[in-house]
Structure formats: C-alpha cells, structure tokens
C-alpha cells in the first residue's frame, strides 16, 4: 500500500569547523589534487599522502615529517607532470555513478556461477612450473560483463592487515588472517578514506566522514541504496548513514527513514519471518519499532511500499519523490528461508532496482545508486554452494537490467557502472584444500564445479573491479599506480570515492566570499572548495510548511521542474584538456611550500626533543 506523504523532521549533517591553519592547509592540498589530474605511480603516492595528512595533529612531530615527505612526492610528481604527455581532461564528471556490490563476492565466486552457467571459468589460477601461483591455462575469455575493463581491488581496513602481493601469493593462510568487515570496507567506498573494522563513516579518530550520497545531494543529484539484506545493515549504512557501531541498527535505519536519499529499499519486515511467513510477533532488531510506526503508517515524507505489486508497480510510470521499501520477507531475500524450503515467493533484487531507477531518474541533475546483492556473503560465511548460486545469479539479473536501463535511458557518456565487491568471504578455492587450486568445471559436482570453501569468514584477498562508461579513463590510469603479481593493476577501495569527492564531483563555491575557493573556470585553473568556518553555512535548510506532491514528472527535476543546471555537449567539447606542463607552476608553489613548512615543524620538533 502507498501511504501519504506528511511533512518530517530533517536531517542536519553540518560539518565542524576547521581551524584556520588547517583551513590553509586543506587549501594547498585541494589545489595539489585538482591539479594532478596525470595518475601516474607518483601522483597516487602523493594522493595517498594527502589524505593521510588529515588524520595527523598538527602539532606533532609526526605532522613535520609528514608534511615534508608529502613535499618531496609533490616535487617528484611535478617533475613527472611537467614533462608528461597530455593528461586526461579534467572535467570528467559523471552525471549518473551506479555502484554493484556483490557482498562477499571473490573471482571464484564469479568462476561458481561461470562454471554452472556455461561449463567454463575466466578467472582461475594455478601453478606454474616453478610453482609460483600464475593465471591458469584453461581460462575463457570472458563474456558479458565480465568482459568490461577490468582491475582488481584491495580491500583491507585501517586496522587490518593492509594488502601484500607477495603474501597473498605464496602463503595461503595470509589471506585469511586480519580481513576487513563490511563496515569498514563500505566507508571505504563510500567516502575515500580507510577506518576500523565496525565503524560506519567515521575516521579512526572518531571524524565524521562525507560519503557520496552527501555530497550527490549537495549537487541537487538524487540518491538511493538498494539491498537484499537489512537495509541497515552495513553496506547500505555505509552510503546513508554515519554511527561508530555498525550494529546500532535502530539509530542507523532512523537516519536513512529521516535522511535525504531519495530510495531506502532492503529486507528486515519485523512482521515476516526468513520463509516469508507472518510472525506473531514483531522483530525489531533493524528498526526501532517506533521508526517502523511511523514510516509504514505514513507518518513521515516517504511513500511506504511491501508487497511484489508495490514494487513491480515502482519500475514504470510515475513514482513518489522518496520511497522506503521492505519486502514481506525477513533478513534476506531467500539466502534465510529454511533448508529445504521453496524460494520465498517475494521480490527479487533486480525488481527493487528497476523500481529505484524509475524514482532516481526523474532528476536532471542525475543520480547515486549503490545496489547490494548482499547475501553472497551471508551464503559465503555458511560455505552454502546452492544458496551462494541463488545469490550470485540474481546479482547477475541485476546487473543486466541497470546495463539495459543505461542503454534504453541513458548512455554511458553520461553514466558510470561499476561492479565490484567489498571483500570476498568465504575463501572459495579449488579442489585441492589450502591452496590455489583451480576450481574446474563438472557436471556431476555441486554447483557444477570442483571446489572447496577454506573459510567461514571474510579474506584479505583482491576482488574484481569491473567499469564502464564515464570517467573510465580515469579509473584505469588510478588503477596503474598499483600491480598484482597475478591480477595486475589494482585500485584500492578508496580511490573511486576520493576521485569523486576531491575531483569528479566538487561542489561549486557561491558568490565570492573569502573563505571559499574559486569554482572551475574555463581554463582549468580552479581549485577545490573548502569547508568554512561557520559550521551553519553546511546545514541543510529546513522544509517549509508548504505541502510537496508525491510524484515528480519523468521530465523534471525532483522537484517536479525542468532542470537548468545540466552541462550541454558543447561545454563539455570547448574544454581541452590539460598538458603534464600547465599544472608545473602551481604544484611547484605548493610543492615547496609543504617541503619549507615540514622542515620547520620537524626542525622545531626536534629541538624540543633536544632540549628535554
């Protein structure tokens, strides 16, 4: 049933104000990362440094010192830039970013569903003569998605082990010591920056972090999460929520029903159980009961929708403005029904995404969706090879309908896919236990391969990282800074957010007040815009009193008018882009200017130490 639309609290995510030495600082390192847009091996090293500055106090003497080795790697990038071919233009900027997350979903889990599906695996290792682990022989080429442009992904937390090649490599037991959780590897993802396994974006230092659906709607972008799992649960949580524990489900689904994504779909009805069955009782273990009162009695500003028909309904034709969607089912879509049961007779992934496209797309200015098959590591962690099957096929049907809705109401000039995952769960290997062994295919064996599980949890190992569409480009020159003994070039899982967040997706400054820094002109000279130090000037205004409508033209903004804010393709054709040679003079002033000022705080440093 769709309920009403009432008018609901709305959600402050004001930032704290930055003192004003650091405010000069994140000036200089704006400028730094706007201006290296050529991503060679020392660009990403001064990337990392960056970002890694942030976290330090700056009266530290760690601070100096890291002030100083940031220096150096700005002057060996500069060296590279200035006699570098031309870089990659600068206004790359997606208008749409679909990111797929297959939760738990390694290579062999992707050769589980190759092998059923065709009888052949794309991504398998084995031996070599000298026995070292090399790509095996009797791969296929790959076909359908698999086939995109292709790099790996590292996955480790601040407080894990971070990825080692060699180790992962040539000591089996490595990869499964110290892994990452989906809390930490979502935040991750989702705002460019690595915290501590269990934290939901938040640094280490307890800082709370801007993920992407943030900073969407600061572009007048539409958002939306979509899940097979609770839609608190912790992927999801990571793009539409901020708490230090991923389990405070209740606080977690209280921000995305009283947040500003436009979509909140996943499972968790408190009145169904995991066989999709009525309970007697409720289970509010993802919702606080009051929050599941007031949502699904429509009582706040979203439509509320359950059944099949609700969300069948949701793909075509007009939509309400914001939606929160649960299935009559309980914590998974059909990974929880009991052994032996029927599949539940409810919704499936790829439904619950063409439903959230249909709303999401309304809006000129375009859009963020995550969409998580997030049972692949349920069915991972309980090494179930029927059930991991289920979840990775309908993960599969999920991903064919966002490329058909890319190409029926899109392009991929305007939009990017990615399909990835968090980390890989379950250690799925060949026949042979505790080692890289092939997984071949078989007929006569369960899920139609030869395999093993060496696992009940998560593993540090690379996961694939597929890409299509705009800013390609980008992510694969992002990718070179880093090589695997056996995948090849890898991101780690910061690098597409922070690009979005700190290049891709900046948010214009307004007017010209001093605090801010200049919006991108024509010839490319901008820099990035900072945060101010009044905290207010972040706050979302407040809703009026004045009743808004629950459906928005399919031709208008999600406000119902046509969007004027959009780029033509002849904007985008006049700008050109910039040589290694232009950026020289201003990372070259930024470059000694962070070398002079870490020198004089390690200098002081040290003569404190010295005199103690």
């Known amino acids: 049933m769709l309920s009403s639309l009432t008018d609901a609290p709305t959600r402050n995510r004001g930032f704290t104000s930055r003192p004003p030495i650091e405010t000069f600082w994140c000036r200089v390192f704006s400028m730094l990362r706007r201006e290296l847009h050529i991503r060679c091996v020392l660009h990403k090293q001064l990337r990392v440094r960056l970002r890694t500055l942030k976290g330090f106090d700056l009266k530290s003497n760690k601070f100096g010192k890291a002030l100083a080795a940031t220096g150096v790697a700005a002057c060996m990038a500069m060296a590279g830039t200035a006699f570098a071919a031309p870089a990659i233009a600068a206004d790359v900027s997606p208008k749409n970013v679909i990111v797929l997350i297959g939760d738990g979903m390694g ?173 007697e009782n409720g289970n509010f273990t993802y919702i606080n009961e009051a929050d599941w009162e007031a949502v699904s009695n429509g009582e706040t500003d979203r439509t509320f929708i359950e059944t099949t028909e609700d969300f069948e309904a949701l793909t075509t034709g007009e939509t309400p403005e914001t939606v929160f969607g649960t299935p009559q089912v309980g914590d998974t879509l059909q990974q929880g029904r009991s052994e032996g049961a029927p ?108 395999h093993t599980w060496n696992s009940g949890d998560h593993t540090n190992q690379l996961v694939p990282f597929f890409y299509k569409g705009a800013g390609s480009e980008v992510i694969a020159s992002m990718a070179a800074a880093n090589n695997d003994r056996v995948r090849g070039d890898y991101l780690d899982n910061t690098d597409m957010a922070a690009w979005l967040l700190d290049e891709a997706w900046v948010v214009p400054a307004e007017g010209g007040n001093d605090d801010e820094e200049p919006t991108e002109t024509d010839d490319n000279s901008a820099t990035d815009p ?63 200017t962070l070398l002079l000022a870490g020198a004089g705080f390690a200098l002081k440093g040290w003569r404190k130490a010295a005199a103690e």
Not at 211 to 216: D, F, H, I, P, S
Not at 228 to 243: D, E, K, L, M, R
Not at 558 to 574: C, L, Q, V, Y
């Open 107 to 279: 290579y062999n889990h992707l050769d589980l569903m190759n092998a059923s599906n065709t009888g052949e695996t794309y991504w398998q290792v084995q031996r070599g003569g000298d026995q070292k682990v090399i790509l095996s022989g009797e791969n296929a080429a790959p076909t359908g998605w698999q086939a995109w442009d292709h790099v790996g992904q590292s996955t480790h937390s601040a407080n894990s082990n971070a990825y080692d090649s060699n180790a992962s490599w040539t000591d089996f037991s490595w990869n499964a010591a110290s892994a990452t959780d989906s809390a930490a590897a979502g935040t991750a993802m989702a705002t460019g920056v690595k915290t501590n396994n269990g934290m939901l974006g938040f640094d280490p230092e307890n800082n709370e972090l801007e993920n992407l659906t943030q900073r969407a709607e600061q572009l007048d972008k539409s958002t939306g999460v979509v899940s097979s799992v609770p839609y608190s649960h912790a992927t999801p949580a990571a793009y539409s929520s901020h708490n230090e524990n991923r389990n405070a489900y209740g606080e977690i689904a209280n921000e995305q029903i009283y947040g500003d994504l436009e979509v909140v779909f996943g499972v968790a009805h408190p009145h169904y159980d995991n066989d999709g069955q009525p309970r």
């Open 343 to 450: 599949m539940n007779d409810v919704v499936d992934l790829k439904t619950m995404t063409e439903g959230a496209l249909n709303v999401l797309d309304n809006n000129d200015n375009g859009f963020f969706l995550m969409v998580e098959g997030g049972a692949i590591d349920w069915a991972g962690h309980a090494n179930q090879t029927d059930r991991d099957l289920e979840e990775l096929q309908d993960f599969d049907q999920t991903v064919d309908a966002v490329i058909d809705w890319v190409e029926t109401n899109s392009n991929w000039d305007d939009t990017l896919v990615v399909i990835t995952a968090d980390h890989e769960t379950g250690y799925l290997y060949g026949e042979t236990e505790g080692d890289y062994s092939s997984m071949v295919p078989n007929a006569e064996a369960a899920g139609g391969s030869l």
């Open 530 to 592: 900072v945060d101010t130090e009044d905290p207010a000037d972040t706050e979302e205004p407040t809703e009026t009193d004045d009743a808004t409508s629950p459906t928005t033209d399919k031709d208008g903004d999600k406000n119902g008018n046509k969007g004027n804010g959009t780029s033509t393709d002849a904007d985008k054709g006049d700008k050109l882009a910039q040589t290694g040679a232009d950026a020289f003079l201003p990372i070259g002033i930024a470059a000694g």
